[in-house]
């Protein structure tokens, strides 16, 4: 009896000695976790120049988050520095543009990065950190086409025009009078393809993507306007969106003001020269 008694008393203790190391390397896998050593963002990597995907790490371009791939870009670029100045590795994960707020209000991802304007809507839903790009709506269209020359909105009566879905972009076609508004588009690949195929005679984009669509293929052309579409600060803004009340904000808001206008403007013009379909 005494030995039996020994023996349980000695797996007892091994028992609770397991148990101890278990829960400390249960608290050391909690305690590094992502939301404490990373920045994890959304984006698409599919506006360029504000985000694109590409196949290596060349210009900055980070590894996205479960697969092959690399993002590059304006964006990559802003949540790079911002995670340097959080002293936290840059994970970037990439997701379809409806599914970035979904993501960030359910804790897939602390932030999004992704040419994404402050809107009253969304405000509802998430906040934003300070302004890190403004930008200005245009047009684009075929080279040597019937509206490569306009120069108002009201040269684009009777045009097929189309815009991201969930965006102001497609909004703002109501303003053209006569327009025939096409059925939105998921994102700016498939509307390049539909101008280049003619399926549309223009999609509505924000200039750096209109530079950065003209320069990656000869046959499209950016028309800015004189008389050009009524919007708001709100609407040509670009912020990174946050979760309610999180804590991130602050520290995020002071790294973009490390960041100059000069710095803003040289990542901007890099970006549009870098993009892949540039090349």
Known sequence: MKKISWLTGLMLVLVLALA???????????SSGDSKETFTIGMEAGYPPFNWTQQDDSNGAVKIKGGAEYAGGYDVAIAQKVADK???ELVIVKTEWDGLVPALTSGKID???????????????IDFSDVYYTSN???????GGKYEKATSLADFKDAKVTGQLNTFHYSVIDQIDGVQKQTAMDNFPAMRVALESGKVDGYVSERPEGVSASAANEKFAMVEFTDGFKTSKEDTAIA???????DLKDPVNEALKGISEDERTKLMDEAIANQPAAK
């Open 240 to 246: 990174v969106g946050l979760p309610k009340g999180s």
């Open 137 to 143: 709506l245009v047009m684009v269209v075929k080279k």
């Open 86 to 88: 959080l002293g936290k």
């Open 111 to 125: 932030a999004i990065v992704a040419g994404m304007s402050p809107t009253k809507d969304r405000l509802k839903t």
């Open 20 to 30: 101890g190391c278990g829960s400390s390397d249960s608290n050391k896998s909690e």
